[in-house]
């Protein structure tokens, strides 16, 4: 099953607006994962927030994470074309292994 | 420092031929995972290995699928008698240590079954 669900499943917004997309999961978790991926190509991790942590900043990125509710947030400023991508959260499971969600499908308009 | 290299980029096999998947984990990486992606569609895990062993096989099909990752050489992701339903895109991941922390991924590879 999976573990995290992102929403919205699409999003399509003009260069230069913020995106923001969310994810559900079912389980307790040590620390959550969004990573990135471009049409075609591998995974690129993003950033990692752990359970004790409610916010967190990279460059243009926030993460947001709410354990009471089970979900997280990413948002992205200023998006760029280049920003145009696959995102995906993903939390570990058992002991071992890393789930992802379904993902959000990000295009950015110029 | 070379990242995660996954061969073939895309492999083009008829149904009933066998099918050979393999991963070079990043230096210094002995932890190897790999997930199968359909179109449109996240990422499904498939196994997790270290060196000579399998940690969680939980994903892997029962039948005709299998996974090494030998002490010398890549991790090999092996699909006996292939059918329709296993083209798709296989992704191989590794870590450095176990916690999976931060998974850093190849480009994957293409599997298409005519």
């Known amino acids: 099953s999976q573990q995290g669900e992102e929403d919205p499943q699409a999003l399509s917004i003009q260069e230069g607006e913020n995106a923001t997309m969310n994810c559900s999961y079912k389980?307790?978790?040590?620390?959550l994962q969004w990573y990135r991926q471009n049409s075609g190509r591998g995974l690129v991790h993003l950033i990692l927030?752990?359970?004790?942590?409610r916010e967190k900043h990279s460059g243009r990125l926030r993460v947001t994470l709410d354990t009471s509710k089970k979900s997280s947030s990413l948002l992205i400023t200023a998006s760029r074309a280049a920003d145009t991508a696959s995102y995906f959260c993903a939390t570990i499971q058992g002991a071992q292994k890393l789930v992802f969600g379904q993902g959000t499908r990000l295009t950015i308009n110029p | 420092n070379a990242g995660v290299m996954q061969n073939p980029r895309h492999l083009v096999r008829r149904r009933g031929q066998e099918a050979r998947l393999r991963c070079s984990p990043m230096?210094?990486?002995?932890?190897v995972y790999w997930y199968r992606q359909l179109p449109e569609e996240g990422l499904k895990f498939m196994v997790y290995l270290q060196k000579e062993n399998i940690i969680d096989e939980s994903g892997m099909p029962k039948e005709r699928f299998s996974a090494e990752f030998p002490k010398e050489g890549p991790s090999i992701l092996r699909i006996q008698q292939v059918v329709r339903g296993d083209s798709a895109a296989y992704f191989c991941?590794?870590?450095?240590?176990?916690?999976?922390?931060?998974?850093?991924f190849g480009s994957g590879t293409q599997l298409s079954v005519l």
């Open positions: 389980t307790s978790i040590n620390n």
């Open positions: 991941a590794s870590s450095p240590d176990r916690g999976t922390e931060k998974l850093f």
């Open positions: 927030i752990r359970s004790n942590e």
């Open positions: 230096k210094g990486h002995s932890h």
